[in-house]
């Protein structure tokens, strides 16, 4: 095929528009029987279910490591690239940590489809890590029918500023640093079913870097951190008060949503990681009666390269929330965390 025809990417993906993760309930089947490390040294391992893993190697420095890689949600190489990245480089962010290095992870159909679609993806990738002040260092590529692409990045962290998911206290507050939406939204691009604004709109809300949100919070109380990807805004945030031993609670009306998502979610375009993670958080989650199922699912929709979710000092939520407005982040004040009900979830 000729790099000059237009081509739908999202059109050789098999599972759809949103690139999920296997689902939570899915996962936790499959690694419950592993133990984590004896090693002193493993600062973050699997326990809580944390963004990235952390290995201490002194005093003063660890290391964060992370890795993530998709099928196409959107139409666009060098965008799908830079998506990619953006949404591999947050998980270092999400820890409070610098990202350092990157290596490429492809499967690309290399027979059928032309080379130049592949190098407009790692051109994407390539501008996106070098907007993190991050190196790329290599990959590994793999002839496959199905084109896959992600990052393996590693990052730098001082041992005693290490945010976790797992360290939230009753009294924070929750800021939300991107808006939600984006798997009903890339689902529907599949189906042809946005504009040109709309394709542009989510498609820079997924390829922003979280850097400013991470950089702009470490001048503040910040207990506890997360970012919102495949699992939903509901399902992240589950893992943090269960991680952190305490409840939450979610304003809905708070909550930023992208435009149209919920004529689109009632229109029939919501994933299956959608309709997943609303199933795994279902028991633990407290929905209003009145609540729509499209609502539900709004809020329990698959992400890509989705905001942070801080855990911040109720006393200065505030002034981080104002912070990050001023600094150009779509932050919203979401709720807060509670004593009452340990690992659940209201919604208000």
Known sequence: MNANEKIKLTSLSSKGG???????????EVVKGLRGSADPNLLVGIDTSDDAGVYRLSDELALVQTVDFFTPIVDDPYAFGQIAAANAISDIYAMGGRPLTALNIVAFPIDTLDKQILADILRGAADKVGEAGATLVGGHSIDDKEPKFGLAVTGLIHPDRIKTNAGARPGNKLILTKPIGVGIMTTSIK???????EIERV???MSTLNKTAAETMQHYEVDACTDVTGFGLMGHALEMAKGSGVGIRIREADVPVLP?????????YVPGGTKKNYQHVQPHVS???????????VLCDAVTSGGLLIAVSGEQAESLLDALLTAGVEASLIGETVADHPGQIVVA
């Not at 949103?18 to 936790?28: F, R, T």
């Not at 189906?191 to 604004?197: A, M, T, Y």
């Open 191 to 197: 189906k042809d079913q946005l504009s040109e604004s």
């Open 287 to 297: 929905f209003p009666e009145t609540m729509s199922q499209v609502d539900r699912w």
């Open 18 to 28: 949103c690139g999920c993760k296997i689902g939570p309930g899915d996962l936790s």
């Open 260 to 268: 149209r998502v919920r004529e689109l979610a009632e229109s029939g």
């Open 203 to 205: 498609t820079r809300v």
